[in-house]
């Protein structure tokens, strides 16, 4: 029940296209939503993160739609750069609890020039 | 200001070694996380401290690991015996809780147990 599920392991889009990466948990006691970016050699960066309480939510070329009652939330890259070229982690977290986060397993993503 | 730092960035030791790891988080951040990534994995939550207050352990894999955090900031962990499967990166992370869960990462120690 801590798992969060996350798909696809791995992503190549051209430059322009429009990654999508999906991740689905079954814990209904989570309640942040973040997702990282992580480049070869250094820690996660925080992308975005949302609460449930909206459905979506843009910074830049990155949104995040959450689907409460299927359990699912995603990442859209709009406008994929080269420069995204990076592995990105979804996970969640129960606020009144440690804040502890569980993650997905990563999706390596690669955009071509 | 400064992000959070962990030393050293990589660590190569004998199998049946003590290794020590640090982290100097964000000042002024009161919440801090160690996490292990194992090669082609996610990344899993070792050990929490918040404050003065009884740390989260839950997430240690054995009675190997310890870890301990001085004066509400920096902290250590600690492998006791390493092991080959120990082999990973250890990622510490820190939050201003009042924030909620905006958890800040360090760049990582490598730690290979040959």
């Known amino acids: 029940q801590q798992q969060v599920k996350q798909s696809p392991q791995s992503l190549i889009v051209q430059k322009g296209g429009i990654p999508i990466i999906n991740c689905a948990y079954e814990?209904?006691?989570?309640?942040?939503f973040p997702w990282y970016q992580q480049f070869p050699g250094k820690g996660p960066a925080l992308l975005i993160a949302?609460?449930?309480?909206?459905s979506e939510k843009k910074e830049g070329r990155f949104t995040i739609s959450f689907n409460k009652s299927a359990k699912q939330f995603s990442l859209h890259i709009m406008d994929s750069q080269p420069g995204d070229s990076a592995t990105y982690f979804c996970?969640?977290?129960?606020?009144?609890?440690?804040?502890?986060?569980?993650f997905g397993q990563g999706t390596t993503l690669q955009v071509k020039p | 200001g400064a992000g959070v730092s962990q030393s050293p960035s990589n660590k190569v030791t004998e199998k049946g070694k003590d290794v020590e790891l640090r982290c100097d988080p964000i000042?002024?951040?009161?919440?801090l996380y160690w996490y292990r990534q194992s090669l082609g994995q996610g990344l899993e939550f070792l050990i929490y401290?918040?404050?003065?207050?009884?740390?989260?352990k839950s997430g240690l894999p054995s009675d190997r690991f310890s870890a301990e955090r001085t004066g509400g900031s920096v902290s250590t962990l600690t492998i006791q015996r390493t092991q080959q499967e120990d082999s990973a990166v250890y990622l510490c992370?820190?939050?201003?809780?009042?924030?909620?869960?905006?958890?800040?990462f360090g760049p990582g120690t490598r730690l290979t147990v040959l």
């Open positions: 401290f918040q404050g003065n207050s009884a740390p989260d």
């Open positions: 949302i609460r449930p309480d909206v």
């Open positions: 992370a820190s939050s201003l809780l009042r924030r909620g869960n905006e958890q800040f």
């Open positions: 996970a969640a977290s129960t606020s009144s609890n440690t804040g502890k986060l569980i």
């Open positions: 000042s002024g951040h009161t919440a």
């Open positions: 814990n209904t006691a989570f309640d942040y």
